[in-house]
C-alpha cells in the first residue's frame, strides 16, 4: 500500500448530499500533486487535485504561518459584534451561515447580488443566473439596509462593495444605490459586470461614476477567440469587451480589472492574450483576478481531473507567457498587517485580509522599459517588506514609538525601562496627527532597505513607486497599479469537491441578503457557503411573485443583435 504524506486536514463536505465528512489533504508521490480526499459512509471516496506543486502549496502554507497575521489581536479576526446578533450554531458549518459563531474573520468586502435577471445565459455561472425561471431582486430600500449592516459592524465594519447579480447593470436604480454606498463610507465600490450595458451607453456608465464608482470588474475569459467566446458565455462577446473597454477609458477616473473565468481545456490557451491586453491597458487596468471554475453537478473523477483547473496550473501558464513573471505566488493572508497599515495611515476603518491561505494568491508583475514582463522580486525584497510592515504596524497597535537616535533602530522607547513613565506620558499627549505621521516617516525610513533602488532608477515606476514610499496609502497604493505594475491574482472558489470548511470560517468576502424568517435582519453568507450550500434556498425564499425570467434563447437572441449593431 502506498504511503501518502498528509498535508493538512480538515472537513469537507460529500459532493452527492452535502454531509459535512472529514477530509485529508495529501501528496500523491507520482505526480508530487496535493490531492483531497474524502469518503461519504453513503456515497462512498471522493478525490480532487488541488496543486500541481507540493513543494509550493507547502511553501504558502508555512509562509503564511511565518509573514501573514491571521491570528491574534492585533487585527480583527473574531466574528463581528452586529446589531442583528450573531447565529447560534445548531446544525455545524456551513449550514448556520448567517453568520454564525464559527467564522473566524470580518469581512472586507460586502457583496450584493442585486438582481438575478441577467441579459446574458452563460454556460458556465456560478450563479446559474436566468436558468432558473423566478426573478430575485431586492428593493432599493433592502440593499440600502444590507449596507448600512455592513458599515456598522463592529469592531471593524466592511470597507469595499460589490455589486453582482446576475447583471447588476439591469437595474436603472444602480447609480442612486452607489450614491448611497459612497455617503455611509466605503472605500471602493465595484461592480461585477459582463459589460454588455456600459459598451452600449457611455452616458449610464458616466452616471454610474458620478455616483462614486470606483471600480469595474470586467468578465474577460478570451480576447478575439470568438469559439472560445461561444463555449463559455455562449455568444462572441469580443466586441462587447473592446467597447468596455474604450467606454471606460473615455469616461475616465474608474480602474479596470480584468475578471476571466478559466476552465481547463476550454480557454486556458487564452491565459497568455489575456496578459497581453491587460499589458496594452496598462494606463486603466489595474490589474487581472484570475478564476478557476468552479465546477458543479454530478462529476466522475475522470472527468474531474479533465476539468480541474488549479491556481498552480494558473501560474505555469501564466509564467510560460511571461517568461516567468510570478517567482512567488503569494497567499493573499501574507498581505494582512501591510493592508491594516495602509488602512491606518489613511485613516480609514482597519481592515485586513485575514483570509486562509488557500483562498487567493496574488504577485505584483511589472512592466519593464521595454514593456516586457518582470518579477517584482527584482525590484523589491517582498518578504523583507512584508516582515517590515509586520513590524510597524504592531508597533502601532500597541502606540510604541521608534528609538529618538536614528529611525533605522529596531527598538523604542518603551524598551528602556526606565523612561517608560515619560514615553507614556509622550504617547498621550501626541495628537494622532502626529503620531501617524511619525509612523509614516518610520516606515519609509525602513522600507528603503528593501527597495532594490539601481533597479528601480532604471525603471518605468520610480515615480510611483517614490509616491507610494513618501506618501503610503490606499490612493498611492491604487496608483501604482496604474503605472506599468499589474496586480496578477487568483481566487479559486469552491465548489462541493474541494470544500474546505476552514476556508468558509476565515473567509472575507460575505454575501448580504435580508433574512426572510425575519426580515429586519441581515444575513452574511460567506461567498462559497452561498454558491454551493445556501444560494437556492434563500433565492426561493426571495422570489418576486408574478415576475417570471425571460427564457435563455429570448436573452441570448437579443444580445447577438446587439454585438452586431457594436461590431459594427
Given at each position: 500500500m502506498t504511503e501518502y504524506e498528509i498535508v493538512r486536514e480538515?472537513?469537507?463536505l460529500c459532493p452527492e448530499c452535502l454531509t459535512q465528512i472529514p477530509a485529508q489533504f495529501y501528496i500523491d508521490p507520482s505526480n508530487n500533486w496535493v490531492m483531497l480526499r474524502k469518503t461519504c459512509p453513503d456515497h462512498g471516496e471522493f478525490k480532487d487535485k488541488i496543486s500541481i506543486d507540493a513543494d509550493e502549496y507547502k511553501w504558502q502554507m508555512k509562509f503564511t504561518e511565518d509573514i501573514g497575521s491571521t491570528t491574534g489581536e492585533s487585527i480583527s479576526t473574531k466574528p463581528c459584534e452586529v446589531s442583528s446578533g450573531i447565529r447560534k450554531s445548531k446544525k455545524g458549518c456551513p449550514y448556520d451561515c448567517?453568520?454564525?459563531?464559527?467564522?473566524k474573520s470580518a469581512p472586507c468586502i460586502c457583496l450584493i447580488d442585486v438582481t438575478n435577471r441577467c441579459n446574458l445565459a452563460c454556460p458556465i455561472c456560478f450563479a446559474n443566473a436566468s436558468a432558473k425561471g423566478y426573478v430575485v431582486e431586492p428593493s432599493f430600500d433592502e440593499i440600502v439596509r444590507i449596507m448600512k449592516h455592513f458599515r456598522s459592524m463592529k469592531p471593524t465594519p466592511?470597507?469595499?462593495l460589490q455589486f453582482a447579480g446576475g447583471e447588476p447593470t439591469l437595474r436603472d436604480d444602480l447609480p442612486d444605490i452607489t450614491r448611497v454606498g459612497k455617503e455611509l463610507g466605503f472605500i471602493d465600490i465595484m461592480v461585477s459586470t459582463n459589460g454588455i450595458r456600459i459598451a452600449k451607453s457611455i452616458d449610464y456608465l458616466q452616471q454610474?461614476?458620478?455616483?462614486?464608482?470606483?471600480?469595474?470588474?470586467l468578465q474577460f475569459d478570451a480576447t478575439d477567440a470568438p469559439e472560445?467566446?461561444?463555449?463559455?458565455?455562449?455568444?462572441n462577446l469580443w466586441p462587447i469587451k473592446k467597447k468596455a473597454v474604450e467606454n471606460i477609458r473615455k469616461v475616465g477616473g474608474i480602474t479596470l480589472m480584468l475578471v476571466p473565468v478559466i476552465a481547463k481545456g476550454v480557454n486556458d490557451s487564452q491565459v497568455g492574450p489575456i496578459m497581453d491586453f491587460a499589458r496594452e491597458n496598462k494606463d486603466i487596468c489595474g490589474g487581472i483576478v484570475f478564476q478557476p471554475v468552479s465546477l458543479c453537478g454530478r462529476i466522475s473523477f475522470e472527468e474531474l481531473m479533465d476539468l480541474r483547473y488549479t491556481t498552480s496550473d494558473l501560474k505555469a501558464d501564466i509564467n510560460k507567457a511571461t517568461n516567468n513573471m510570478i517567482t512567488k505566488f503569494y497567499p493573499i493572508a501574507t498581505s494582512s498587517k501591510f493592508t491594516a497599515l495602509l488602512a491606518w495611515f489613511d485613516d480609514v476603518p482597519n481592515w485586513s485580509t485575514t483570509s486562509h491561505h488557500d483562498c487567493g494568491f496574488a504577485t505584483i508583475g511589472i512592466l519593464n522599459k521595454q514593456n516586457e514582463w518582470e518579477p517584482i522580486e527584482n525590484f523589491v525584497d517582498v518578504e523583507g517588506l512584508l516582515k517590515w510592515s509586520n513590524k510597524v504596524f504592531d508597533m502601532v497597535q500597541s502606540r510604541k514609538v521608534p528609538k529618538p537616535t536614528g529611525l533605522l533602530g529596531s527598538l523604542n522607547l518603551a524598551d528602556y525601562g526606565s523612561i517608560a513613565e515619560t514615553v507614556g506620558n509622550f504617547i498621550d499627549d501626541m495628537t494622532n496627527l502626529g503620531y501617524r505621521q511619525l509612523m509614516k516617516a518610520y516606515f519609509f525610513a525602513g522600507l528603503i532597505r528593501y527597495i532594490k533602488i539601481k533597479k528601480v532608477m532604471d525603471s518605468t515606476f520610480a515615480k510611483a513607486l517614490s509616491q507610494l514610499i513618501?506618501?503610503?496609502?490606499?490612493?498611492?497604493?491604487g496608483n501604482f497599479l496604474l503605472t506599468g505594475n499589474m496586480l496578477v491574482s487568483a481566487m479559486h472558489f469552491q465548489d462541493a469537491y474541494n470544500f474546505d470548511l476552514n476556508r468558509i470560517k476565515s473567509c472575507l468576502v460575505h454575501y448580504g441578503i435580508i433574512d426572510p424568517d425575519d426580515h429586519s435582519k441581515v444575513m452574511e453568507i460567506p461567498f462559497c457557503a452561498m454558491n454551493t450550500v445556501h444560494r437556492s434556498r434563500l433565492e426561493l425564499a426571495h422570489v418576486k411573485k408574478g415576475l417570471q425570467a425571460e427564457k435563455p434563447e429570448v436573452i441570448m437572441d437579443r444580445a447577438e443583435k446587439l454585438i452586431a449593431t457594436i461590431d459594427k
Open positions: 480538515t472537513m469537507s448567517g453568520i454564525c459563531e464559527n467564522h466592511a470597507v469595499l454610474l461614476k458620478d455616483a462614486g464608482l470606483d471600480t469595474v470588474y472560445i467566446w461561444k463555449k463559455v458565455r455562449g455568444v513618501l506618501a503610503p496609502n490606499m490612493r498611492t497604493a
